[in-house]
C-alpha cells in the first residue's frame, strides 16, 4: 500500500507539471529551469532555425537517460524506477494535454506557474522519486554530501536561461528568472530532507526522551547536566541533531513522552562529522 501511495503521489506530480507547461508556461512563453527547460529550449530553436516541431518526449527521455542510470546504480532502484515514471508520464501528458485558460497575464503566470511547478517537484520528492532531469543531479550529490543544493541548481538554471534570452529576448528569459525564483524557494520549504534541526530539550525523563529520539529518528542524543539558574534544581539538557523533514513527528513523540519537556528548535546551518541518513530505496 505504501508502493501503491508512492506511486500514486508521483503520478499526480506528473500530471501537475504537465498542466503547468501547458497553462502557465506556454501562454506567458516562460522556459522553466533544468531539463524540462532545455528541452522547450531545443525545440524553439528547431522550430525558429529549422522549421521542424519536434514532440516534447524526444529530447525530455533522451536527456535523462543518462542521470537516471546513475541513479539507479548510485541512489536507488525503487527511487530511480519510480522518477522514470514521472518522466515518462510528464513527458507524455505535455504533448496530449491541452493547456487550461486562465489567465493571459504574464506575471502572474510567472509567480503562479513558479509556485505550481514547485509543488509538483515536491509531491514527487516527497514520495521517494524525483521529476528528472536536475533533480536527479541534486539527489545523487545531495546524497553523497547531506547537503541541499538546490539553489545551486538555480545558478546553474540561470546560464540556461540566459542563452534563452540572447537567443529570443531579455523580457521572457526575466520573467523565467522570475518562476524558477518562485519554484525553487517552494521546494526549500516543502522538502526537508537535507536541512538539519538541532534540538535542545530540558527534560525530567533524558532516558526516556533518548529512546523516543532514537525510534522515531534513528538518531541518538547527549546528555548534559546543569542547574537551573532561578531555582537551583538539577536540570537534563539533551541536544540531538536530525533531518528537518523529522522535526514535527519528533516534537509530537516528545511531548507524548514528557509533556513538561523544554524544547528550543534551531536551525543547522553546516554539520560536520558523522550524520547517519536513511537510504533511498
Partial sequence: MKLFFRFLTVTAGAVLMAVNLNTFVHTAELLPGGFTGITLLLQEIFLKYAGVKIPFVVFYWGLNIIPAAICFKYVGKRF???????????????????????????????VFGGIVNGVAISLCLLAGATSGGTDFISIYVSEKTGRSIWNHIFIMNVVVLGIFGFLFGWSHALYSIIFQFASTQILNTLYKRYQKSTLLIITEKPDELVKTIRETTGHDATLFKGEGCYTGAERNMLYTVISSDAEEKLIRQIKKTDSMAFVNILQTKMLKGNFIMKKQD
Wanted: with cysteine; proline share 3%.
Fill in 80 to 110: 530511480t524506477i519510480l522518477s522514470i515514471w514521472a518522466i515518462i508520464a510528464s513527458g507524455f501528458l505535455t504533448d496530449v494535454l491541452p493547456g487550461l485558460s486562465v489567465t493571459n497575464d504574464t506575471l502572474l503566470c510567472t
